[in-house]
């Protein structure tokens, strides 16, 4: 990999991109008879160049960072039955701190990356009856914990968030509006308070709190 970095070192001189090598090995199934796809894969991930503190001035930084990310991602995706639709995954992943001018932060767990995350989610479309046209989705998604800075002394808290959708194909109502759908989508559907992110430093600490309860209305049009 091979990624720009914003900014510069206290000498004005502009950090380098950061690289990183991977290695990951996984399979892919497809049950017989099935429009489903089931896969999984462990990764392994090197970074260099990452940014860390400058021990000489904690206003800057410099590039002496190297990170390790080790993982095990699963994902299922496709229909169970011409109606139900569905799509789920589930990842862990170990995201270490290999080389940094803070000795003692070497081996902990980098900052702001959740360590497991899970979703699902599921659409129903009616294809047939008084209802043929409208679909109905429902899903769900975890956020495990995370630490708000390389020393690992603080972490959030894990959190769950449901999201709903509602739609309709009027194509159902009329043939001449086949390709025309309207859709309402709900995410945090409970409005749920959770911290997404955070930082901390000598003696303070901040958060940022996660997006509430968001509805919105759109329609598409679709060319076939």
Known sequence: SFNPVSGADKNGAAFKPTTGEGK???AKFQ?????????AAYYSIT????????PTNILFSVQA???RSRGFEFEVRGNVTPELEVAGGYAITDPRIVNDTTVANIGNVMPNVSL?????????????GPMSGFALGLGTRYTGRQFIAASNTVRTRPYT??????????GKLRPE????????NATNLFNKYYILSGSQGDGWQ??????GRVVSLSYSYTFR
């Open 47 to 54: 970074q260099k160049n990452v940014l860390t503190t400058d």
């Open 177 to 184: 509006l086949k390709g025309l759908t309207l859709q309402v």
């Open 206 to 211: 901040n958060y940022w709190a996660g997006r």
């Open 65 to 67: 960072g190297k990170v």
């Open 31 to 39: 049950p017989p008879g099935m429009n489903l796809l089931i896969s």
């Open 24 to 26: 990951e090995v996984g």
């Open 161 to 170: 968030l449901f999201d709903a959708a509602l739609s309709y194909d009027f």
């Open 116 to 128: 497991e995350t899970a979703s699902l989610w599921g659409k129903y479309t009616f294809l047939d």
